[in-house]
């Protein structure tokens, strides 16, 4: 046995197609036997699955469930949610060796597909090509792997819950803020999540809906914000935080209803962090204007420029041991109190910290700016 995938679906940072037509169950399955094959010989034995909204994702889950255990790998099914939160799975249990997220990420509700971390690194580039040439071959392991569930939003929205420790509650208590899911796989945590924070809170589109009937779930494409604009205006909040549809890339305005474009948010949580984490490495892609690199360096930072990618980047913070970084796409990738993964929910709460700290308010901090 073996399999063949479509070329187009083998990228650099991910696996991505066009369910019945480029992306089927088979190819599931035959990620999960490659990808549990590459884990058995790493001498891993536990995978970690979540999935997002689509309504391909409960299909694709399950074939590749199927194909992981096939392979003689143990599964944590860790159910719906974020991107984030099957990082958060990975990252935080000692006996997950690896994690696949199903998710289509912000493009159209017939695509889907998968992103992977491997023994704690980015699975990316000659990683996913490796994939296809295992299945290709059909070099596959064989076992019977055992299936476990794993519920884990409630100790996802808690360890988020720590960006805020330690700060004064007055300031966070004065905090109105808008909040726009868009029908994304973010909605069920950032619902729990609300219940919990100091301030005033109003949320758009939490209900998860893999269809996006409201608007597409880009939040780096101005029209996508002009729902989070109208309610910002019309409730007079601080500032409005919108996020992807699988929660690992946030998009924000200020409370005059401008936007934060990826490179100011970082120039925002930069100034917070350096006072904290004098001379840190602060990096950003090469996408990002000259005014963060000149705001870093500016507020004692060490500003680096890098190679657009999640993964590029992340292996570059390791690297250099940063404790943050971004991209103009919304990625935001913290490592001081933080695992280092991009995550548009911890990345919101952490504005909201920064502006505490700060004692500015965002639209403040935005006004600042060149």
């Not at 536990?46 to 997002?52: F, L």
């Not at 040439?133 to 720590?162: C, F, H, K, N, T």
């Not at 913290?334 to 965002?362: E, H, K, N, P």
Request: hydrophobic share 40%.
């Amino acid at each position: 046995m073996s399999h063949s995938f479509d070329p187009t679906i083998l990228r650099e940072y991910d696996i991505r197609g066009i369910i019945g037509e480029t992306l089927e169950a088979d190819d599931a399955r035959a990620i999960g036997r490659s990808f549990g094959t590459l884990i058995k010989r790493a001498g891993g034995s536990r995978v970690a699955v979540g999935y997002d909204g689509r309504q391909s994702s409960p299909m694709l889950e399950h074939a590749l469930v199927e194909g992981l255990t096939a392979s003689g790998c143990d599964v944590v099914r860790v159910g719906l949610g974020a991107t984030p939160m099957l990082y958060y799975a990975e990252a935080s249990a000692d006996d997950v060796d690896g994690g696949i997220q199903i998710t289509g990420s912000h493009n159209p509700p017939n695509y889907n597909g998968f992103k992977m971390v491997f023994q704690g690194r980015p699975f990316f580039g000659s990683d996913i090509q490796r994939l296809g040439e295992i299945s290709a071959a059909g070099d596959w392991e064989d076992g019977a792997g055992s299936v476990i569930d794993r519920p884990l939003l409630d100790a996802y929205v808690e360890r988020l819950l720590e960006a805020i420790d330690g700060i004064d509650h007055d300031a966070l208590e004065s905090l109105k803020i808008g909040w726009d899911a868009g029908n994304g796989a973010a909605g069920p945590a950032l619902e729990k999540l609300v219940t919990r924070l100091p301030g005033e809170h109003h949320i758009l589109y939490a209900e998860v809906d893999g269809t996006f009937p409201n608007h597409h779930p880009d939040p780096t494409v101005e029209a996508n914000l002009a729902d989070l604009r109208d309610l910002v205006a019309q409730n007079g909040l601080d500032f409005g935080v919108a996020f992807d549809g699988d929660g690992d890339r946030i998009g924000a305005i200020d409370g005059e209803g401008r936007v934060i474009w990826g490179d100011q948010l970082l120039m925002i949580y930069a100034q917070d962090l350096l006072q904290r984490r004098a001379g840190a490495t602060i990096i950003a892609d090469v996408k990002a204007s000259r005014a963060l690199f000149d705001h870093v360096a500016a507020h004692g930072g060490k500003p680096v420029m890098w190679k657009t990618g999640h993964s590029l980047i992340k292996s570059k913070m390791k690297e250099t041991g940063s404790p943050l970084a971004g991209e103009m796409s919304g990625h935001v990738f913290f490592a001081d109190t933080y695992f280092g993964f991009d995550d548009a929910l911890y990345a919101a709460i952490r504005l909201m910290a920064a502006s505490a700290r700060l004692g500015q308010s965002v639209t403040e901090l935005r006004g600042a700016m060149p």
